[in-house]
């Protein structure tokens, strides 16, 4: 808001000829515009869609409060509202709830006593004004849960321990060792560890043509975990080859380059499911996962217990659970 304030000139400011209400509702759309742009650091609790609001949705509807202040002696508000909410702002949103969001805050400034339209006065004292409120928004500001800021600042530093992570010094660690030899021992490493994928074919043909609804789901699983061990035995081998200079390094190999020397995760392979974990619990926990299946694909027979978390879509295994006692209990009505 402070930023707004001062783009605009004390002729600017002074123009209109109905100030009384001009002033009020620049303030209005000042703190509209601000809410817009901040509630993007909630991520998607903020927006469905990222959306690119900039100072030129502001100078538009500034324009317009301008012009239909003046030309209309009874301002058309729905019409005003419409046109800022619905058009300028509202031109970028795609998202349905988004858009009805956008409307919300067009017809309400804010709940807390803390956010206020001071009276009508000079562009300085407004200045004044906003430099009085909190440097740091309250959530309910935004009409947020207070939770929603603790996720927003779990990112914020997350992010910022990924951007000092990046700005170290690498070219050699305290024994001498080059980032691209430690890159290469790790690569093998992870090569070693991970397991061969399971052999789908066999295990289909094994089950035969009458599946139940909990082979389905053991053949979706053993699907999804081999295209994630192919992909990483061929982004790790590709990986060595850039290294040694066979081949050129793409975007997506110096990302991997990067997060195995970090002790990350590489973003193509959290496709298959999401993690938290470093490099290395991550693969230790993939090779139990990948195991788990491959006892149950070896027997033909589901575990007395199963790890809910290692399937990577939990929801189709508990509606093919859910079918599988509906079918037995069908069954034993029948006899």
């Known amino acids: 808001m402070k930023r707004l304030y001062n783009m605009i000139s004390d002729t600017q400011f002074s123009i209109c000829k109905c100030k009384h209400k001009y002033k009020k509702l620049l303030y209005s759309l000042c703190f509209f515009h601000a809410i817009l742009i901040e509630r993007k650091k909630f991520q998607q609790l903020g927006w469905n869609v990222v959306y690119s609001f900039n100072d030129s949705d502001f100078e538009v509807s500034e324009n317009l409060l301008s012009i239909y202040l003046d030309e209309y002696r009874d301002t058309p508000w729905d019409a005003l509202k419409y046109l800022i909410a619905g058009i300028c702002y509202g031109g970028h949103v ?170 990350r995760v590489p973003s193509m392979w959290l496709k298959a499911y999401p993690s938290l974990k470093t490099l290395g619990s991550w693969t230790y926990d993939l090779v139990l996962r990948v195991q788990h299946f491959s006892k149950w694909a070896t027997k033909l027979k589901p575990p007395l217990l199963f790890w809910l978390s290692a399937f990577t879509f939990p929801t189709g295994f508990l509606t093919a659970v859910l079918q599988v006692v509906n079918i037995s209990t069908f069954n034993n009505r029948i006899h």
């Open 94 to 263: 795609t998202d349905d709830w988004d858009r009805r969001l956008l409307t919300t805050y067009i017809n309400r400034l804010s709940a807390l006593p803390t956010y206020f339209i001071p009276t009508d006065t000079e562009i300085e004292n407004y200045r004044e004004f906003i430099n009085t409120l909190p440097a740091i928004d309250h959530p309910n500001a935004f009409g947020q849960h207070p939770n929603a800021d603790t996720t927003s600042l779990m990112i914020d530093t997350r992010i910022l321990c990924e951007t000092l992570m990046s700005l170290q010094v690498t070219s050699s660690d305290a024994s001498g060792e080059s980032k691209e030899v430690k890159v290469m021992a790790l690569a093998d490493d992870v090569l070693n560890k991970v397991p061969e994928p399971i052999n789908y074919e066999l295990t289909e043909r094994h089950i035969g043509p009458r599946k139940t609804p909990l082979d389905v789901v053991l053949l979706q699983e053993i699907s999804r975990y081999n295209v994630l061990l192919i992909k990483m035995e061929k982004s790790l081998v590709d990986l060595k080859k850039g290294i040694q200079g066979f081949i050129v390094m793409s975007s997506e190999l110096e990302e991997i380059f990067t997060c195995i020397y970090d002790g």
